[in-house]
């Protein structure tokens, strides 16, 4: 199964319009409040600063299901998992007029890639993964050990880490001007993220066939830092594909995404915890000199991130 392949750059890029570029936490709660009746301001873009380090640990699984049908008939069917785990120490170099990292170091302590039952290193324990962001990932750069990658090695170093930046932040998509309680829920800006998925990637949704909301899952304390848990919910349905091949069409498509994320109240420090699930679900019609073939494509995401400030 090739890395880049449509449904999971879909995947990419749903999480990306989430994501900030250093990921996510630390793995364990110490405690937690219910916090009834008290209400939060809800602040969710995080300004990173020159020096800032932390430990990052990313893991994303993709596993992708295909059914081919012909006069009624399966012909082919396939069912490819694929798992990307980097642990490393990550370091802020540079920081553009948002705050957001524009530069960035990560010194490896694992990097791997599992196929199936087969496990790979990416990167060697010790090397230097320098990444250079822009607004698309083809005008960022990145070395390893001063030295160009495949793009091969950039799509899978983009399962485990943003290799953009720019566009709306979170606070824009998700953020609420007014404080909220546990519990409370408030809607997403649908434009906006539909807007987003159309200018980077083959995605197309109505904003009519799109609901997002927000909401306040908990305050809870996690390795001394106090903070809130944040949940973010999508859904859509009808949902087109751009650049299919010809006689190819989109009869039914439905993509699914979740993510929380621990917010801590101390504005200086990252989210610090990040859980995504993304599943869609794509029913096309394929012409072929003999006929319509049918192919039903399920795609499940399952991402974990954590950051321990240093």
């Given at each position: 199964m090739e890395y880049d392949s449509r449904m999971r750059?879909?995947?990419l890029i749903l999480s990306a319009i989430c994501l900030a570029a250093c990921g996510a936490s630390a793995s364990s709660t110490n405690g937690a409040s219910t916090g009834v009746g008290e209400r939060y301001p809800i602040h969710l873009h995080r300004r990173y600063s020159v020096g800032q380090r932390a430990q990052l640990t990313s893991e994303t699984t993709h596993r992708e299901q295909t059914v081919?049908?012909?006069?009624?008939?399966v012909v082919d069917t396939a069912d490819a998992t694929n798992a990307f785990r980097l642990d490393a120490i990550a370091e802020v170099l540079a920081v553009d007029e948002q705050g957001r990292a524009s530069e960035l170091r990560y010194t490896v302590r694992s990097f791997t890639r599992e196929q199936g039952q087969v496990s790979s290193e990416l990167v060697r324990p010790g090397q230097v993964i320098a990444v250079s962001t822009e607004e698309t990932r083809e005008a960022g750069r990145v070395l390893v050990d001063a030295a160009p990658v495949s793009e091969e090695?950039?799509?899978a170093l983009g399962e485990v880490i943003s290799l953009t930046r720019g566009g709306p932040d979170d606070d824009a998509l998700f953020g609420s001007t007014a404080p909220r309680a546990v519990g409370e829920r408030w809607p997403a800006d649908v434009l906006g993220i539909a807007r987003g998925l159309a200018g980077h990637s083959p995605l197309r949704v109505d904003p009519s066939h799109l609901h997002g909301e927000a909401e306040v899952l908990e305050r809870t304390e996690m390795d001394g830092v106090d903070g809130l848990t944040i949940g973010v919910g999508i859904?859509?349905?009808q949902v087109q594909v751009d650049?299919?091949?010809s006689g190819a069409s989109v009869r039914e498509g439905r993509v699914d995404f979740r993510m929380e994320s621990f917010f801590p109240f101390d504005e200086s420090l990252p989210r610090m915890r990040e859980s995504v699930e993304l599943h869609a679900a794509l029913t096309m019609s394929i012409g072929t000199p003999q006929g319509s073939a049918d192919v039903a494509l399920t795609m499940t995401m399952v991402g974990r991130r954590s950051v321990q400030p240093l």
């Open positions: 750059r879909v995947a081919t049908t012909f006069h009624g008939q090695f950039l799509s859904a859509a349905d650049g299919l091949a």
